[in-house]
C-alpha cells in the first residue's frame, strides 16, 4: 500500500468499499485507489519525501481539463462589456437566468457579438 499525500484532503472512496482520504501529511491508499488519487492531484511520497508536488484536486477530476489558453483580446473586451452591464445592474439587460441579452452587449461592446461570444466572456467574469 503507497503512501500519497495532496495539498487539500481528499476522499476517494471504491465501489468495493474501499474509502481513505489522502491528507497534506500523507495516508496510505489501498493499490486498487492509487489510479483515483493520481487523477484527483495526489502524489506518491518515498521515502525522502514526496516524488513530485502535489498539485490542487480539481472538482471535475474524472474530465479530461483542456490546457488553459489565453482569452482572445475581443473575449476580454466583451468580459469587460458584461462586466459594465453586471455594475450598471439594470434587469432589463438581462435574461431570467442572469446572462445578459445579446442586445444589451451589442450596445455597449459590437453590433456583432454573438450569444456564444457572451457565454464565453460570463465565463471568464465568473471565474475572475
Request: charged content about 25%.
Amino acid at each position: 500500500m503507497p503512501q500519497m499525500k495532496s495539498l487539500a484532503p481528499v476522499r476517494i472512496a471504491s465501489r468495493a468499499g474501499h474509502v481513505v482520504v489522502v491528507t497534506p501529511e500523507g495516508s496510505f491508499v489501498p493499490d486498487v485507489l492509487v489510479p483515483e488519487a493520481l487523477s484527483r492531484g495526489c502524489v506518491l511520497v518515498n521515502q525522502s519525501g514526496p516524488a513530485t508536488e502535489p498539485r490542487a484536486p480539481s472538482a471535475l477530476s474524472a474530465a479530461v481539463e483542456p490546457p488553459v489558453e489565453k482569452p482572445s483580446d475581443r473575449l476580454v473586451q466583451i468580459r469587460e462589456a458584461v462586466t459594465k452591464l453586471i455594475e450598471n445592474n439594470d434587469p432589463a439587460d438581462f435574461t431570467a437566468t442572469g446572462v445578459p441579452r445579446v442586445a444589451a452587449v451589442r450596445r455597449v461592446f459590437d453590433d456583432s457579438v454573438t450569444s456564444e461570444e457572451i457565454a464565453e466572456a460570463m465565463l471568464l467574469v465568473k471565474g475572475g
